[in-house]
């Protein structure tokens, strides 16, 4: 086999089979593969994407570059989540402990953030002490103990998507819907739960921005996992504002923990009901609206709350230790109007800049820096009015861009949808 022909043959917009797209990431992670070589394929895929059976032999291959996470030994249905990612995406850390104090154990892996979106690892990690590297044995004996483990992605599963991941993500290849799909689902399947849900995001602060790119994204993982026999369900839902108020690794955990307090913001704690019900659902078997009654009864008893804490407990983590900035203040709005939008990547970016992600892979994460965000879609804004309160160590943000990220209108708007639709 010759990658060149490989290259050719995508770049002519034809169909590759199991042996090419094998030998392709095969090649690539042993090393007989160039850098060069790999970045023309995925472009080529890029431009003339890849049919459904290309994106399964992709994701197969993938998996089998590394490990899979043996769940048998732990009894009933085991459900992930996964969220393709947006700003102050907080949801797991809610859903999660909901999910396990309704008996369905939640054995998760996840990743750090990179560039403008966070990741929950790196939230995690604001608490101190939390432990996030746990061996496959530390991982199995926690979810039987507890019913609930997060812990950072082992360098043994899907070593290929590590690899390719990074190559896409310097050779402007990250936005493609096989390589995405493919990228994702291989994670979850190796990562062993018998059924997945996921939050596919779309809007203007996603990593797809379309609506229909959206849907396609979302119906290819559905495949992908039906592929691979795990029951998934992929709900599309709303990334045109920050999801709750706040962004910044620490002030998300605050968030979270408020939130399951039963003082959340109501877009967010309506979201992470709606998604853990699909996930007792699935877990146990029952009706969505016996699921939705169990999940809410979770939350509003405080079991969900006590559940984090004893999560957090376990993980070494001390909850009343969380990270903090040690300056803050409040940007005030120049103007009037209802808030139409709020450009959330600006205001993602101003974050990083204040050190809360990661430019480059090895930078340090400044845990405690963020913003928190006082006005909402439809709100109505008078000049003087506090827009959104800055914490930050060194470097401050600059004001215009925070106090031109919300975007006024003459007429109150009702703002989007929480969730658009649903595929099965
Ligand atoms: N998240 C992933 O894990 N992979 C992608 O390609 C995009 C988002």
């Not at 090393?31 to 003339?48: P, T, V, Y």
């Not at 999560?311 to 103007?335: C, L, R, T, W």
């Amino acid at each position: 086999m010759n990658i060149v022909n490989i290259i050719e043959k995508k770049k002519d917009n034809k169909v590759l089979n199991e042996d090419e797209i094998t030998y392709a990431v095969n090649g690539y992670v042993m090393g007989i593969i160039s850098d060069a070589q790999m970045a023309s394929l995925l472009m080529a895929i890029c431009i003339n994407s890849m049919n459904e059976e290309e994106t399964y032999y992709l994701t197969k291959a993938m998996i089998e570059s590394g490990d899979v996470i043996d769940l048998s030994s732990i009894s009933g249905i085991k459900v992930d989540k996964h969220s393709t990612g947006g700003v102050g995406d907080k949801t797991t850390l809610i859903v999660a402990p909901i999910v396990s104090s309704c008996g369905v154990s939640v054995a998760k892996l996840s990743g750090r953030g990179l560039g403008h979106t966070g990741g929950t690892i790196d939230k995690l990690e604001s608490i101190k002490g939390f432990k996030s590297n746990l061996s496959e044995e530390e991982f199995i004996k926690q979810v039987k103990e507890i019913g609930i483990v997060d812990a950072e992605q082992t360098k043994d599963i899907v070593p290929a998507d590590k690899k390719i991941y990074a190559l896409r993500d310097v050779t402007g290849t990250t936005r493609s819907i096989p390589l995405i799909a493919s990228s994702i689902m291989s994670k979850k399947i190796a990562a062993g739960a018998d059924k997945i849900i996921l939050d596919v995001k779309t809007g203007s602060g996603a990593l797809i921005t379309d609506f229909e790119e959206s849907l396609n994204l979302a119906k290819m993982m559905v495949f992908l996992g039906k592929r691979f026999n795990k029951e998934t369900i992929a709900l599309i839902t709303d990334m045109n504002e920050p999801l709750g108020c706040s962004i910044g690794n620490a002030l998300e955990v605050k968030e979270a923990i408020k939130t399951l307090e039963g003082h959340g913001d109501k877009r967010l704690t309506n979201l992470c009901i709606t998604i853990s019900s699909y996930m007792i659902s699935m877990g146990k078997n029952i009706s969505l609206q016996e699921a939705q009654m169990q999940a809410e009864e979770a939350f509003k008893s405080k079991k969900a709350l006590n559940k984090f804490k004893e999560f957090v407990k376990y993980q070494h983590g001390d909850i009343n230790n969380i990270k903090e900035a040690k300056n803050s203040y409040d940007v005030h709005a120049n103007y009037e109007g209802y808030i139409r939008d709020i450009d959330e990547t600006c205001l993602a970016n101003e974050c990083l800049y204040m050190g809360s992600g990661r430019v480059n892979k090895d930078d340090v994460i400044n845990y405690g820096v963020g913003i928190i965000i006082k006005k909402h879609i439809g709100d109505y804004v008078k000049k003087g009015d506090v827009l959104a309160t800055i914490y930050y160590d060194d470097k401050k943000v600059n004001d215009k861009n925070v106090e031109k990220s919300f975007i006024l209108s003459d007429t109150k708007d009702n703002g989007f949808p929480l969730v658009y639709t649903i595929i099965r």
